[in-house]
Every structure is written in structure tokens, then in C-alpha cells.
């Protein structure tokens, strides 16, 4: 008889905790209540020991912890494709931002934002870092339609921008899966006094900072003409090295700026290799961030520099390129790559106490993989299959703070709902189009 209630039972797919033992569980089974884990087991005895009103059987799947996008800017999934094979600065400042000028407002950000977190959601994607405008339009979308997210008020060069990141942080700060985060864009965009200034706010509202960082080679070239120094350096004149803080791409770094960067331990690094790839910014060397244990996940970047939120794409790729890179086929094995979408990207947001793993008192953000496609058999090894050869399309399951998203893989939301973001997007099409030949 069963003694215990919980409200979703997953039973009967092998369970790939990504726990301290990296423990995988043939035919297991979790029970989730509310928002949490309350056990993990075997099908059989959580059958025994639970009841729920919702029974998902996922034979021949893997039950996994929710991959972690480290770095995205959702809203520019209206931007897909309209300008691509440019290199950054080409990219960025000849056409992104004279477009983005023109159609920031909050109807552009709430629509590519929702449309960024379906997308995100069908890739099994249960966590997303994003960083753009209007902060508090895209989190209510993160809001409205379910996705934990860590949400970066972008700072550039205005000052008045530090008293809007203020009570943006208290608006959202108690929120049950948004949390907030100060983003100063980058050491090359952002004036060391309000670098400072917003580092000293993050200090004091206890919320991490992320910025981009020496993503490119000219981003380099403008710091060391601009202060003599590279950008690790130029953290630690500014004490940034001293505070949770997150960092995106980390391409151009040498031995001894790793070295740097490994002695602080509120660090983590977001690696994102196909829009690395596209904008010809080179490759992170996240081999050797490995060996000297810098926290390290992957992200996506935006869909204007990515054209995809694919974190299967994301992790063949990532794996594939230190390979190639390093002439070293076993640089990056399937397993490492993994956990670089899971508790290694965790730990890199400073969130491993919460998400990134299945285990008892985590949050329930879980998903399902079908494992049993033409294009999967036969495997042999579950993290070799999931990262080599699955796809978004093999994704059957998504829960994110114990609510399901997806179900047999299918959106768990009103397809009006859907078709109405979709006409929206289109109308944009026909808008930037324009925008974009004049």
C-alpha cells in the first residue's frame, strides 16, 4: 500500500543523476512534490512507496537534469539569420545594433523572449542566463511561460542605468525561479567608474555580475591600448575577481590568465562554441580551464550569432572543437561535455546547491530523452549517445520547477497560445526586412 503522496512519479528510465558519484540508475524512478525532488530510487520501489496524480512512463529514456544555457540572449530570436558570416564587430555594430535601435520596445523583447524560451524548452533546456534591454518585460516571459532563469540587467555607459538595476533586483529578487543579476556588458563597453559602481551594488543587493569576456582579439587589442592591460588584469585592478561573477565566452586567455582565473573561487565561465565559431571570435581553451577546475558551462549565445538554441548541437560541438584543437580526441569526452550542460554549468552560475543534478531537495527541473531512435541504436554508452548522436526532437519530457512543459514532446501550453507568438514573429519578419535595406 502506498503511505506516501507525491504529485509526479517518473518511472521506469534510466535515472543519469550527474550526482557527486555520477550514480546512473537502470529502470529508475523519481518522485517530485511541489517544486522538489523527495526521492530517487528504482521504478519499482517508488511505485511502492508513492502515489501521484501524474504517472509519466518513460521506458528506453534517459531521465536527466535540465541542460543549463549559460549564456543566451533570448529576445534576439527575432533576429535569427538577418545578419550572418560577420565577424563581431561587423556583426554587432554595423548591423545588430542600428537594427535594434530601431524596434526595442517591449512588445519586440516579450515576443522573441517567449519565443526563445518554447525553443529553449523543446531542446530540453530548463535554465537560462539571458542579457539584453528591457529586463523586466523578458522576465516576466521567462515568468509567464515557466523557465528558471537568471535575468542580467545590462549596464553599458549610463549612469542612470545603476538606479533602474536597483529596483530591478528588488522586484525580482524573491521571485521562485527568476533571479536577477547586474550584466555589465563588457570591460571594453563599460567606463571603469561604473564598472565599479555596479560592482559595488552587486556586492551590496548579493546578486552575482556576468559580462562578456575576451571573447575577441580586438576586444584585447582595445584594452591594452586603452589601459596597458589584458582583461584579466584589467579585473583585478577593478576587484572584480572577489565577487560571484559570471563570464561569457573567455576565448583569448593564455596559461597565465587561466592560472589567474583559477585562484578565484566565485568564478565561472560560460562557453559558447558555435557562435564563437560563426563570428570567427576563435576557440575558448577549455581544455586547460578543465585541468586547473574553473567552473565551466555552455551556452548558446543569442540566435543572431547562433540561428539555433540547440544544446545537442551545442555539446557535439564543444566536444569536437578541443579535439580538433588540441589534436587530442580525448580532450573533451562525452561525459565531461555533459555535465558542461548540467552540473558543471551549475556550478559555474553558483547555483549547484539547486539545479544541475537529480538528487533528493534539488529543485525538480527534469527532463527525458527517448533513447531507442533509428538514429540512436545501438548505443553503448548514454552520455556518447546523448551527445554525439540525439537531437532536440528526442527530447520527450520537460519539467522545470516540478510543473511539466513538455509531454511526449509536445508544449504543454495552448496551441492559440503558440500560433499567436508565431503570426507575431511573422509580422517582425516582414518589419525587419525592411529595416534592414534602409
Not at 95 to 120: C, S, W
Not at 237 to 245: F, G, K, R
Not at 269 to 295: D, E, F, R, W, Y
Request: proline share 4%.
Amino acid at each position: 500500500m502506498n503511505n506516501k503522496t507525491a504529485d509526479i512519479l517518473l518511472l521506469h528510465g534510466t535515472i543519469v543523476t550527474m550526482d557527486p558519484q555520477r550514480r546512473v540508475i537502470p529502470d529508475g524512478g523519481i518522485a517530485i512534490h511541489g517544486n522538489s525532488i523527495i526521492a530517487i530510487d528504482t521504478a519499482d520501489a517508488i511505485k511502492k512507496n508513492y502515489s501521484a496524480s501524474e504517472i509519466i512512463n518513460v521506458p528506453h529514456h534517459a531521465i536527466l537534469p535540465g541542460f543549463i544555457n549559460g549564456h543566451v540572449h533570448a529576445a534576439m530570436n527575432l533576429l535569427r539569420g538577418i545578419a550572418d558570416n560577420l565577424p563581431l564587430e561587423q556583426w554587432l555594430n554595423n548591423k545588430i545594433l542600428p537594427l535594434e535601435k530601431k524596434l526595442l520596445n517591449d512588445d519586440f523583447v516579450y515576443t522573441g523572449t517567449a519565443l526563445a524560451t518554447l525553443e529553449m524548452i523543446q531542446s530540453g533546456i530548463t535554465t537560462a542566463v539571458d542579457m539584453y534591454l528591457l529586463e523586466d518585460v523578458a522576465a516576466q516571459a521567462f515568468c509567464d511561460y515557466g523557465m528558471r532563469a537568471l535575468v542580467g540587467y545590462t549596464i553599458v555607459d549610463q549612469a542612470d542605468r545603476l538606479i533602474a538595476a536597483e529596483k530591478f533586483v528588488a522586484r525580482w529578487k524573491e521571485h521562485p525561479y527568476i533571479r536577477p543579476v547586474l550584466a555589465p556588458h563588457s570591460l571594453y563597453a563599460v567606463p571603469e567608474q561604473i564598472l565599479c559602481a555596479t560592482r559595488d551594488m552587486a556586492k551590496s543587493l548579493h546578486v552575482p555580475l556576468m559580462m562578456h569576456f575576451a571573447e575577441t582579439a580586438s576586444e584585447l587589442e582595445t584594452l591594452q591600448m586603452r589601459y596597458g592591460l589584458t582583461p584579466c588584469q584589467l579585473l583585478i585592478q577593478n576587484e572584480l575577481l572577489s565577487q560571484h561573477l559570471i563570464l561569457a565566452h573567455a576565448v583569448h586567455l593564455s596559461e597565465d590568465d587561466i592560472k589567474l582565473l583559477a585562484s578565484c573561487d566565485k568564478l565561472g565561465i560560460i562557453h559558447c562554441p558555435t557562435s564563437n565559431m560563426k563570428l570567427a571570435s576563435g576557440v575558448a581553451p577549455v581544455t586547460t580551464m578543465l585541468q586547473h577546475n574553473i567552473p565551466l558551462g555552455i551556452g548558446t549565445d543569442g540566435t543572431a550569432s547562433n540561428n539555433a538554441l540547440n544544446m545537442f548541437s551545442e555539446m557535439k560541438i564543444a566536444s569536437l572543437l578541443q579535439s580538433e584543437t588540441t589534436h587530442n580526441a580525448q580532450a573533451l569526452p562525452a561525459q565531461t561535455t555533459l555535465e558542461l550542460a548540467t552540473i558543471r554549468g551549475a556550478q559555474a552560475l553558483h547555483a549547484e546547491k539547486y539545479i544541475g543534478s537529480i538528487e533528493v531537495g534539488k529543485f525538480a527541473d527534469i527532463i527525458t530523452i527517448a533513447l531507442d531512435t533509428l538514429h540512436q541504436i545501438p548505443a553503448y554508452d548514454i552520455a556518447s549517445t546523448l551527445v554525439y548522436a540525439s537531437y532536440p526532437a528526442d527530447v520527450q519530457t520537460v519539467i522545470i520547477n516540478g510543473i511539466t512543459k513538455l509531454r511526449e514532446g509536445k508544449l504543454c501550453f495552448d496551441e492559440h497560445r503558440i500560433d499567436q507568438l508565431k503570426n507575431t514573429a511573422a509580422s517582425y519578419r516582414t518589419t525587419i526586412l525592411k529595416l534592414s535595406k534602409t
